[in-house]
T-cell receptor, first 113, second 112 residues
Framework: RKEVEQDPGPFNVPEGATVAFNCTYSNSASQSFFWYRQDCRKEPKLLMSVYSSGNEDGRFTAQLNRASQYISLLIRDSKLSDSATYLCVVNKDRGSTLGRLYFGRGTQLTVWP | NAGVTQTPKFRILKIGQSMTLQCTQDMNHNYMYWYRQDPGMGLKLIYYSVGAGITDKGEVPNGYNVSRSTTEDFPLRLELAAPSQTSVYFC???????????FGPGTRLTVT
């Protein structure tokens, strides 16, 4: 089973729409969770960390459900500039030697005018 | 503060040639990583380093070598390039294990 699984999409939504992405992770010991954004032919960039209590940054809301081992990202009032691939990222175990991050394959979002 | 920088941006190699991809970070991060990303695929970890002088293999290390003589630099060496190494290579760094990683702009490599 993959460490991190995401629906690859694509999601095509009109401007102003609300869109939600989900991601599941396999290791219950995972401790850190992030959403990254990757534009076409560019490097991944940190969008937001995901905290246990859930967190919000402007139009973006991230939620963590440890019991079901999934993470979600909600984008409200979509903008054309939100078009990108969104990567779900999970740390397997911060206490391990590496504490490496596992990247999902990404969910592609296209916002149309 | 430039963050993570990589050179070159693009490179075309012939089969059997060698090259070094350069990576430098100015955030004083101990942890550095090399990933490759093939079209439509996720990131795969090639090598990582937890500090100067310490490196270890990731999930796809074959055909690559690394060194870490300083905190700032983490070059990736390709020996005897093969078409299967055609990919985009990203270098990243983080302040500690398990923390968010910051990526360089990538090197697009084609081996023909």
């Amino acid at each position: 089973r993959k460490e991190v699984e995401q629906d690859p999409g694509p999601f095509n939504v009109p401007e102003g729409a609300t869109v939600a992405f989900n991601c599941t992770y396999s290791n219950s010991a995972s401790q850190s969770f992030f959403w990254y954004r990757q534009d076409c032919r560019k490097e991944p960039k940190l969008l937001m960390s995901v905290y246990s209590s859930g967190n919000e940054d402007g139009r973006f809301t991230a939620q963590l459900n440890r019991a079901s081992q999934y993470i979600s990202l909600l984008i409200r009032d979509s903008k054309l500039s939100d078009s990108a691939t969104y990567l779900c990222v999970v740390n397997k175990d911060r206490g391990s030697t590496l504490g490496r991050l596992y990247f999902g394959r990404g969910t592609q979002l296209t916002v149309w005018p | 503060n430039a963050g993570v920088t990589q050179t070159p941006k693009f490179r075309i190699l012939k089969i059997g040639q060698s090259m070094t991809l350069q990576c430098t970070q100015d955030m004083n991060h101990n942890y550095m990583y090399w990933y490759r990303q093939d079209p439509g695929m996720g990131l795969k970890l090639i090598y990582y380093s937890v500090g100067a002088g310490i490196t270890d293999k990731g999930e796809v290390p074959n055909g690559y070598n690394v060194s870490r003589s300083t905190t700032e630099d983490f070059p990736l060496r390709l020996e005897l390039a093969a078409p299967s190494q055609t990919s985009v290579y990203f270098c990243a760094s983080s302040r500690d294990r398990g923390y968010e990683q910051y990526f360089g702009p990538g090197t697009r490599l084609t081996v023909t």
